[in-house]
Protein backbone atom coordinates (compact mmCIF):
# COMPACT_ATOMS: atom_id res chain seq x y z
CA UNK A 1 0.00 0.00 0.00
CA UNK A 2 1.37 3.44 -0.19
CA UNK A 3 1.78 5.37 2.49
CA UNK A 4 3.11 8.79 1.17
CA UNK A 5 3.50 10.81 -1.31
CA UNK A 6 5.77 13.28 -2.15
CA UNK A 7 6.01 15.57 -5.20
CA UNK A 8 8.45 18.50 -6.15
CA UNK A 9 8.32 21.12 -9.09
CA UNK A 10 5.19 19.20 -10.15
CA UNK A 11 2.37 21.27 -11.80
CA UNK A 12 1.21 23.08 -8.68
CA UNK A 13 3.22 21.47 -5.56
CA UNK A 14 7.04 22.70 -5.44
CA UNK A 15 7.59 20.75 -2.37
CA UNK A 16 4.63 19.14 -1.19
CA UNK A 17 3.94 15.76 0.63
CA UNK A 18 0.94 14.00 1.51
CA UNK A 19 0.02 10.54 3.88
CA UNK A 20 -2.22 8.26 2.47
CA UNK A 21 -4.49 5.38 3.53
CA UNK A 22 -6.93 1.91 2.71
CA UNK A 23 -9.39 5.08 1.38
CA UNK A 24 -8.27 8.53 0.80
CA UNK A 25 -10.24 11.01 -0.39
CA UNK A 26 -9.63 13.76 -2.18
CA UNK A 27 -11.99 17.26 -2.31
CA UNK A 28 -11.64 21.07 -2.59
CA UNK A 29 -11.40 23.77 -4.97
CA UNK A 30 -11.52 23.03 -8.90
CA UNK A 31 -7.84 23.73 -9.98
CA UNK A 32 -6.63 22.94 -6.88
CA UNK A 33 -3.96 19.82 -7.67
CA UNK A 34 -6.62 17.12 -6.66
CA UNK A 35 -6.27 15.41 -10.12
CA UNK A 36 -2.77 16.50 -10.21
CA UNK A 37 -2.35 13.87 -7.58
CA UNK A 38 -3.35 11.13 -9.07
CA UNK A 39 -1.89 12.21 -12.39
CA UNK A 40 1.55 11.87 -10.92
CA UNK A 41 0.46 8.31 -9.41
CA UNK A 42 -0.41 7.22 -13.12
CA UNK A 43 2.71 8.83 -14.77
CA UNK A 44 4.92 6.65 -11.90
CA UNK A 45 3.02 3.35 -13.10
CA UNK A 46 3.27 3.84 -16.62
CA UNK A 47 7.23 4.66 -15.95
CA UNK A 48 7.71 1.78 -14.31
CA UNK A 49 5.83 -0.31 -17.08
CA UNK A 50 7.35 1.27 -20.42
CA UNK A 51 10.09 3.76 -19.19
CA UNK A 52 7.95 6.08 -19.84
CA UNK A 53 5.93 8.43 -17.58
CA UNK A 54 4.36 10.72 -20.60
CA UNK A 55 0.55 10.07 -20.34
CA UNK A 56 -1.71 10.62 -23.17
CA UNK A 57 -3.19 14.19 -24.03
CA UNK A 58 -1.39 15.80 -21.16
CA UNK A 59 1.74 17.43 -22.83
CA UNK A 60 5.52 16.68 -22.84
CA UNK A 61 6.82 16.42 -19.52
CA UNK A 62 8.11 19.82 -19.72
CA UNK A 63 4.77 21.15 -19.52
CA UNK A 64 4.69 19.07 -16.02
CA UNK A 65 7.26 21.17 -13.98
CA UNK A 66 6.18 23.50 -11.92
CA UNK A 67 5.73 27.01 -13.40
CA UNK A 68 8.05 29.13 -10.17
CA UNK A 69 11.20 26.19 -10.77
CA UNK A 70 13.77 27.32 -12.85
CA UNK A 71 14.69 25.76 -16.08
CA UNK A 72 17.22 23.25 -14.20
CA UNK A 73 15.01 22.08 -11.61
CA UNK A 74 13.82 18.69 -12.17
CA UNK A 75 10.69 17.01 -11.05
CA UNK A 76 10.81 14.56 -8.25
CA UNK A 77 7.79 12.16 -7.55
CA UNK A 78 8.19 9.78 -5.02
CA UNK A 79 5.51 6.97 -3.80
CA UNK A 80 6.39 5.41 -0.46
CA UNK A 81 5.72 2.11 -0.43
CA UNK A 82 6.62 0.43 2.89
CA UNK A 83 10.25 -1.03 2.83
CA UNK A 84 10.31 0.14 -1.08
CA UNK A 85 9.79 3.25 -2.01
CA UNK A 86 9.83 4.09 -5.57
CA UNK A 87 11.56 7.46 -6.79
CA UNK A 88 11.13 8.71 -10.39
CA UNK A 89 13.74 11.57 -10.83
CA UNK A 90 13.39 13.67 -14.43
CA UNK A 91 16.24 15.87 -15.49
CA UNK A 92 16.19 18.34 -18.35
CA UNK A 93 19.29 19.34 -20.24
CA UNK A 94 20.34 22.31 -21.33
CA UNK A 95 17.75 22.62 -23.97
CA UNK A 96 14.78 21.64 -21.97
CA UNK A 97 15.26 17.74 -23.16
CA UNK A 98 13.67 15.56 -20.63
CA UNK A 99 16.61 13.07 -19.30
CA UNK A 100 14.77 10.15 -16.74
CA UNK A 101 16.44 7.57 -14.98
CA UNK A 102 15.26 3.90 -15.74
CA UNK A 103 13.09 2.00 -13.20
CA UNK A 104 15.17 -0.59 -11.82
CA UNK A 105 12.66 -1.85 -9.45
CA UNK A 106 10.90 -5.07 -9.83
CA UNK A 107 7.30 -4.56 -11.54
CA UNK A 108 6.17 -6.57 -8.59
CA UNK A 109 7.25 -3.44 -6.72
CA UNK A 110 4.28 -1.16 -7.47
CA UNK A 111 0.38 -1.94 -7.15
CA UNK A 112 -2.04 -3.08 -9.99
CA UNK A 113 -3.86 0.07 -11.06
CA UNK A 114 -7.08 0.50 -11.78
CA UNK A 115 -7.73 4.17 -13.06
CA UNK A 116 -11.65 5.29 -14.03
CA UNK A 117 -11.61 9.10 -15.25
CA UNK A 118 -14.18 11.27 -14.74
CA UNK A 119 -14.45 11.32 -18.51
CA UNK A 120 -16.36 8.22 -18.95
CA UNK A 121 -18.10 6.64 -21.97
CA UNK A 122 -21.83 7.66 -21.85
CA UNK A 123 -24.61 5.56 -23.11
CA UNK A 124 -22.92 3.47 -26.24
CA UNK A 125 -24.71 0.65 -28.06
CA UNK A 126 -21.78 -0.93 -28.34
CA UNK A 127 -18.55 -0.96 -26.43
CA UNK A 128 -15.14 -2.70 -27.15
CA UNK A 129 -14.09 -6.56 -26.56
CA UNK A 130 -11.11 -7.96 -27.21
CA UNK A 131 -10.83 -11.52 -27.64
CA UNK A 132 -6.92 -11.09 -28.16
CA UNK A 133 -6.34 -9.65 -25.24
CA UNK A 134 -4.96 -12.22 -22.58
CA UNK A 135 -5.26 -9.71 -19.67
CA UNK A 136 -7.70 -7.85 -18.55
CA UNK A 137 -7.40 -6.36 -15.01
CA UNK A 138 -9.76 -3.23 -15.09
CA UNK A 139 -12.25 -1.42 -17.03
CA UNK A 140 -10.70 1.00 -19.35
CA UNK A 141 -9.88 4.78 -17.98
CA UNK A 142 -13.32 5.64 -19.19
CA UNK A 143 -15.06 2.59 -18.61
CA UNK A 144 -15.19 1.22 -22.05
CA UNK A 145 -13.97 -2.54 -21.45
CA UNK A 146 -16.89 -3.02 -18.40
CA UNK A 147 -19.07 -4.96 -20.27
CA UNK A 148 -15.98 -7.07 -21.29
CA UNK A 149 -14.37 -7.23 -18.17
CA UNK A 150 -17.87 -8.12 -16.87
CA UNK A 151 -18.23 -10.99 -19.48
CA UNK A 152 -14.62 -12.36 -18.51
CA UNK A 153 -15.20 -11.81 -14.39
CA UNK A 154 -19.36 -13.03 -14.22
CA UNK A 155 -18.30 -15.99 -12.16
CA UNK A 156 -16.20 -14.78 -10.17
CA UNK A 157 -16.92 -14.76 -6.21
CA UNK A 158 -17.04 -11.60 -4.53
CA UNK A 159 -15.78 -10.78 -0.98
CA UNK A 160 -18.38 -11.09 1.26
CA UNK A 161 -18.11 -7.94 2.61
CA UNK A 162 -19.43 -6.24 -0.90
CA UNK A 163 -22.30 -8.80 -0.81
CA UNK A 164 -25.65 -7.55 -1.62
CA UNK A 165 -28.21 -8.90 0.84
CA UNK A 166 -30.42 -9.30 -2.35
CA UNK A 167 -28.04 -10.34 -4.58
CA UNK A 168 -29.17 -13.87 -6.18
CA UNK A 169 -25.97 -15.35 -5.90
CA UNK A 170 -22.00 -14.83 -4.74
CA UNK A 171 -21.21 -13.91 -8.33
CA UNK A 172 -19.49 -11.09 -9.48
CA UNK A 173 -22.70 -11.08 -12.08
CA UNK A 174 -25.44 -11.21 -9.61
CA UNK A 175 -24.13 -8.61 -7.10
CA UNK A 176 -23.68 -5.79 -10.17
CA UNK A 177 -26.90 -6.40 -10.56
CA UNK A 178 -28.45 -5.67 -7.24
CA UNK A 179 -25.82 -2.37 -6.62
CA UNK A 180 -27.32 -1.16 -9.67
CA UNK A 181 -30.86 -1.72 -8.21
CA UNK A 182 -29.62 0.81 -5.46
CA UNK A 183 -28.99 3.72 -7.59
CA UNK A 184 -32.05 3.16 -10.28
CA UNK A 185 -34.58 0.69 -8.34
CA UNK A 186 -36.37 -1.81 -10.41
CA UNK A 187 -33.40 -2.04 -13.13
CA UNK A 188 -32.53 -5.26 -14.90
CA UNK A 189 -29.38 -5.40 -16.62
CA UNK A 190 -27.89 -8.03 -18.88
CA UNK A 191 -24.88 -8.16 -21.28
CA UNK A 192 -23.28 -10.13 -23.96
CA UNK A 193 -20.35 -10.45 -26.10
CA UNK A 194 -19.98 -10.63 -30.03
CA UNK A 195 -16.77 -12.34 -30.36
CA UNK A 196 -16.87 -11.71 -34.20
CA UNK A 197 -16.93 -8.14 -33.63
CA UNK A 198 -14.94 -7.44 -31.07
CA UNK A 199 -17.74 -5.78 -29.56
CA UNK A 200 -20.12 -6.12 -26.21
CA UNK A 201 -23.62 -4.34 -25.66
CA UNK A 202 -25.81 -4.09 -22.42
CA UNK A 203 -29.63 -3.52 -22.03
CA UNK A 204 -30.88 -1.86 -19.10
CA UNK A 205 -34.62 -3.34 -18.88
CA UNK A 206 -34.59 -4.64 -22.16
CA UNK A 207 -33.77 -0.92 -23.92
CA UNK A 208 -30.56 -0.07 -25.52
CA UNK A 209 -28.43 1.93 -23.13
CA UNK A 210 -29.36 5.63 -25.23
CA UNK A 211 -32.96 5.19 -24.35
CA UNK A 212 -32.23 4.66 -20.42
CA UNK A 213 -30.78 7.08 -17.82
CA UNK A 214 -27.59 8.49 -18.26
CA UNK A 215 -26.51 7.75 -14.84
CA UNK A 216 -26.16 4.21 -15.37
CA UNK A 217 -24.15 3.84 -18.00
CA UNK A 218 -21.46 6.40 -16.37
CA UNK A 219 -22.02 4.61 -12.70
CA UNK A 220 -21.66 0.66 -13.99
CA UNK A 221 -17.68 1.13 -13.90
CA UNK A 222 -17.56 2.38 -10.87
CA UNK A 223 -19.62 -0.63 -9.53
CA UNK A 224 -17.69 -3.07 -11.23
CA UNK A 225 -14.33 -1.58 -10.77
CA UNK A 226 -15.27 -2.06 -6.80
CA UNK A 227 -16.63 -5.15 -7.36
CA UNK A 228 -14.41 -6.64 -9.33
CA UNK A 229 -11.20 -5.72 -8.19
CA UNK A 230 -12.00 -7.09 -4.91
CA UNK A 231 -12.80 -10.69 -6.05
CA UNK A 232 -11.79 -14.00 -6.33
CA UNK A 233 -10.90 -14.04 -9.60
CA UNK A 234 -11.10 -17.59 -11.28
CA UNK A 235 -7.74 -16.92 -13.39
CA UNK A 236 -5.56 -18.03 -11.04
CA UNK A 237 -2.71 -16.56 -12.49
CA UNK A 238 -4.32 -13.18 -13.13
CA UNK A 239 -5.49 -13.66 -9.33
CA UNK A 240 -1.47 -14.32 -8.00
CA UNK A 241 -0.84 -11.42 -9.99
CA UNK A 242 -3.32 -8.76 -8.43
CA UNK A 243 -2.07 -10.53 -4.80
CA UNK A 244 1.13 -10.15 -5.40
CA UNK A 245 1.02 -6.29 -6.49
CA UNK A 246 -1.96 -5.12 -4.41
CA UNK A 247 -4.83 -3.05 -5.74
CA UNK A 248 -4.87 0.40 -6.05
CA UNK A 249 -8.29 2.33 -7.20
CA UNK A 250 -8.08 6.10 -8.56
CA UNK A 251 -11.84 6.93 -8.72
CA UNK A 252 -12.66 10.46 -10.25
CA UNK A 253 -15.80 11.91 -9.43
CA UNK A 254 -18.17 8.91 -8.91
CA UNK A 255 -20.95 10.77 -8.21
CA UNK A 256 -21.12 12.29 -11.94
CA UNK A 257 -25.06 12.03 -12.96
CA UNK A 258 -26.52 9.90 -9.65
CA UNK A 259 -29.50 11.52 -7.68
CA UNK A 260 -28.05 12.03 -4.23
CA UNK A 261 -29.33 9.09 -2.77
CA UNK A 262 -26.81 7.41 -5.05
CA UNK A 263 -24.07 9.20 -4.51
CA UNK A 264 -24.69 8.37 -0.49
CA UNK A 265 -24.38 4.35 -1.83
CA UNK A 266 -21.64 4.60 -3.92
CA UNK A 267 -19.53 6.32 -0.70
CA UNK A 268 -20.91 3.31 1.48
CA UNK A 269 -19.99 0.87 -1.31
CA UNK A 270 -16.25 2.26 -2.27
CA UNK A 271 -15.84 2.22 1.92
CA UNK A 272 -16.43 -1.55 2.09
CA UNK A 273 -13.90 -1.85 -1.06
CA UNK A 274 -11.78 -0.31 1.45
CA UNK A 275 -12.63 -2.43 4.59
CA UNK A 276 -11.42 -5.60 2.11
CA UNK A 277 -7.44 -4.23 1.91
CA UNK A 278 -7.13 -3.25 -1.02
CA UNK A 279 -6.47 1.12 -1.33
CA UNK A 280 -8.99 3.25 -3.44
CA UNK A 281 -7.77 7.28 -3.89
CA UNK A 282 -10.73 9.22 -4.61
CA UNK A 283 -11.69 12.69 -6.50
CA UNK A 284 -15.23 14.24 -5.27
CA UNK A 285 -16.88 17.36 -5.05
CA UNK A 286 -20.05 15.76 -3.65
CA UNK A 287 -21.00 16.06 0.04
CA UNK A 288 -22.91 12.80 -0.37
CA UNK A 289 -20.03 10.59 -1.41
CA UNK A 290 -18.01 11.79 1.30
CA UNK A 291 -21.45 11.01 3.69
CA UNK A 292 -21.64 7.75 2.33
CA UNK A 293 -18.00 7.31 3.47
CA UNK A 294 -18.99 9.00 6.78
CA UNK A 295 -21.71 6.62 7.65
CA UNK A 296 -19.45 3.52 6.60
CA UNK A 297 -16.75 4.32 9.33
CA UNK A 298 -19.89 5.05 12.13
CA UNK A 299 -21.62 2.01 11.21
CA UNK A 300 -17.98 0.27 11.63
CA UNK A 301 -17.39 -1.08 8.49
CA UNK A 302 -14.49 0.94 7.53
CA UNK A 303 -12.25 2.36 10.91
CA UNK A 304 -11.73 5.72 11.32
CA UNK A 305 -7.65 5.17 11.09
CA UNK A 306 -8.02 3.76 7.67
CA UNK A 307 -9.71 6.53 6.27
CA UNK A 308 -8.01 9.86 5.32
CA UNK A 309 -9.63 13.03 4.40
CA UNK A 310 -7.86 16.23 2.39
CA UNK A 311 -9.22 19.29 1.12
CA UNK A 312 -7.15 21.24 -1.45
CA UNK A 313 -6.97 24.93 -2.08
CA UNK A 314 -4.60 27.24 -3.39
CA UNK A 315 -2.97 29.68 -1.64
CA UNK A 316 -0.97 33.31 -2.45
CA UNK A 317 1.96 33.69 -1.37
CA UNK A 318 5.18 35.95 -2.51
CA UNK A 319 8.48 34.47 -3.47
CA UNK A 320 10.79 36.61 -4.91
CA UNK A 321 8.85 39.60 -4.71
CA UNK A 322 6.48 37.62 -7.39
CA UNK A 323 2.92 36.75 -6.87
CA UNK A 324 2.63 33.01 -6.75
CA UNK A 325 0.34 30.11 -5.90
CA UNK A 326 0.52 27.06 -4.60
CA UNK A 327 -1.33 23.88 -3.62
CA UNK A 328 -2.14 23.51 0.12
CA UNK A 329 -4.34 20.51 1.99
CA UNK A 330 -5.90 20.77 5.33
CA UNK A 331 -6.62 17.34 6.23
CA UNK A 332 -9.58 16.96 9.08
CA UNK A 333 -9.91 13.61 11.27
CA UNK A 334 -12.19 11.56 11.20
CA UNK A 335 -13.62 10.10 14.40
CA UNK A 336 -15.19 6.38 14.85
CA UNK A 337 -18.93 8.44 14.91
CA UNK A 338 -18.22 9.27 11.53
CA UNK A 339 -17.37 13.36 13.00
CA UNK A 340 -14.93 15.45 11.81
CA UNK A 341 -12.70 17.33 14.05
CA UNK A 342 -12.84 20.28 12.33
CA UNK A 343 -14.28 21.46 9.17
CA UNK A 344 -11.77 23.86 6.44
CA UNK A 345 -13.78 26.73 4.79
CA UNK A 346 -14.80 25.91 2.02
CA UNK A 347 -15.40 22.23 2.82
CA UNK A 348 -19.22 21.52 2.04
CA UNK A 349 -20.44 24.95 3.73
CA UNK A 350 -21.89 25.81 0.61
CA UNK A 351 -25.39 24.22 1.62
CA UNK A 352 -25.65 26.49 5.28
CA UNK A 353 -23.92 29.17 3.31
CA UNK A 354 -27.11 29.38 1.04
CA UNK A 355 -29.20 28.51 3.85
CA UNK A 356 -28.47 31.24 5.70
CA UNK A 357 -28.73 33.73 2.76
CA UNK A 358 -32.09 32.39 2.06
CA UNK A 359 -33.34 33.04 6.01
CA UNK A 360 -31.55 36.65 5.60
CA UNK A 361 -34.33 39.08 4.81
CA UNK A 362 -34.43 40.98 1.60
Known sequence: MIEKIKLSNFKSFSDFQIPLSNLTLLSGLNNSGKSSLIQAVRMV???SQTGDPTLPEHGSLEEMRN???????????????PGKPVHMKINFSDNN???IEPFNESLDTFPLICYLSAERWGPRVYLPA???MKELFHVGEHGEYVVD??????LDIINSKLKHPKAEGDTLEWNVRAWLTEVAPGVDFRHSIEQKRD???A???????????????YTLPVIVSLLGMTSDWNNKDDEQKKKKRGVLILLENPEAHLHPKGQTVIGELIAKAASTGIQIIVETHSEHVIDGIRLAVKNEILSNEKTVFHYFKTQRIIKDKISQYETVVETPKIHQNGRLDFWPEGFFDQMLINRAKLAGRR
Open 199 to 201: SSY
Open 45 to 47: SNW
Open 203 to 217: TINGFRPPNTGFGLS
Open 97 to 99: KPI
Open 67 to 81: INASKKASIDITIEI
Open 149 to 154: FLARHE
Open 130 to 132: YKY
